[in-house]
Structure formats: C-alpha cells, structure tokens
C-alpha cells in the first residue's frame, strides 16, 4: 500500500548548523510532496513543497531536493535558528482523491 | 481571522458519550479534511470532503460521522467514545487537491 517513510526521527545540531531530513515513497504516481513544520500544541505549518515537475525548491534557509527515479525527497534547513525546533513532517500525495500520506515525522532541536 | 478554526480545543469526556467536534474555514477551499494524530504524533486521513461531497473515507469505524452542511464547514461526531479515540484530531482544507492548510487541532481525552 501506499506508505511514506521518513529519517531520522530525532536530530539534534548546533545553532548555525545545517539540518537535512529523508524521506521516501512508495506510490509512484504521487506527484506533490510538501512538508509541515509542527510547534508543541499547534497544527501543522506548510513551509514549502514541490511537484514531480521540478527537481529542487528554495526558500530562504528552506530547500526541498526530489529525486523521483530514486523515490526520495528531502529537506535542508541552512543556518538554523533555534525558532527552527519542532517536529518536521514530510507528506505524499496520492492520486486518491488528493490525499496526503505523512511520513512518522522527524523531531529537530535546535541548540543555542 | 483564522484561516482554519476548531472548537473545541480540548474535549475530555467518559467513554461510551457521544462528542462532536466542529471547523470552519473562511479561506474560500473547497475541499475540507479530518485527520487523526496519535499519540506518536503519526498523522493519518480520516475523510475528505469536496463541496459538501465525501470523496475520502478511510477505514474509520462507523461510529465516526463527518458532516459538512456548507463548503466552509465539517463537523465531526462520534458515537460511544472508546479509549483508544483519545488523539489529537486536525481539520484541513484546501482548494481542490492544491496545499493543504491545518486548523489549530482539538484533543479528545477519553477516560
């Protein structure tokens, strides 16, 4: 079945530091990838995504890497903040309807 | 003005009641979602409704009832609250299949 697997599940770095988190999918017609930032007792925050059609997307500090023969994307924070700490969430969307199948989520601290 | 807004946000209650969640979105989508996240913080569809039309329903018990009675709105009713419905549940919309915007989520505890 359609499945989104996402590593590492915790990351710890240093103020100024780079951060990168994984993910792969299995559905290969899934063709819009996003990923939500999620504070302690918030819902989840789209902060950027990318389509099947574009390879790399940059935001600021916020990049987002797709391989689509491989079936991996990831995400790269540059210079991180610790306003940067919280859980990261990479998602896939399936041609169902639009539905978004979530990776387990990856918890990134960010030490001053 | 808040794009995507629940009530309540915190719901505690004794199993065997029935609880209703409700959302409301002023972004103009048309599409509204309930997602379900555990206590691993795993998040997973649970419907999905397209201009008041259920287009997603996943393998949710029956005592899980979405109702949407405009395009702006999806409520949520459960029906005698078991223990493992305790979660944080999440209301989502979106303009057709584009980005998905999530509501602020509403914790049920069931004791």
């Known amino acids: 079945g359609e499945n989104v697997e996402q590593h590492p599940s915790t990351l710890s770095v240093q103020e100024g530091d780079s951060a990168v988190i994984k993910c792969t999918y299995s559905?290969?017609?899934?063709?819009?990838f996003p990923w939500y930032k999620q504070e302690l007792g918030k819902g989840p925050q789209l902060i950027i995504d990318?389509?099947?059609?574009?390879g790399e997307k940059k935001d600021q500090r916020i990049a987002v890497t797709l391989n689509k023969t491989a079936k991996h994307f990831s995400l790269h924070i540059t210079e991180t903040q610790p306003e940067d700490s919280a859980v990261y969430f990479c998602?896939?969307?399936?041609?169902?309807?639009?539905?978004?199948?979530f990776g387990q989520g990856t918890e990134l601290s960010v030490k001053p | 003005d808040t794009a995507v807004s629940q009530t309540p946000k915190y719901l505690v209650t004794q199993m065997g009641n029935d609880k209703s969640i409700k959302c409301e979105q002023n972004?103009?989508?048309?599409?509204m979602y309930w997602y379900k996240q555990d206590s691993k913080k795993f998040l997973k569809i649970m419907f999905s409704?397209?201009?008041?039309?259920?287009?997603i329903n996943e393998t949710v018990p029956n005592r899980f009832s979405p109702k949407s009675p405009d395009k702006a709105h999806l409520n949520l009713h459960i029906n005698s609250l078991e223990l493992g419905d305790s979660a944080v549940y999440f209301c989502?919309?979106?303009?057709?299949?584009?980005?998905?915007?999530f509501g602020p989520g509403t914790r049920l505890t069931v004791t």
């Open positions: 998602a896939a969307r399936v041609n169902q309807g639009g539905k978004l199948i």
């Open positions: 972004l103009g989508h048309d599409t």
């Open positions: 409704y397209n201009n008041k039309e259920l287009i």
């Open positions: 990318i389509r099947s059609n574009v």
């Open positions: 989502a919309s979106s303009h057709g299949r584009d980005e998905q915007y």
């Open positions: 559905d290969s017609a899934s063709n819009y």
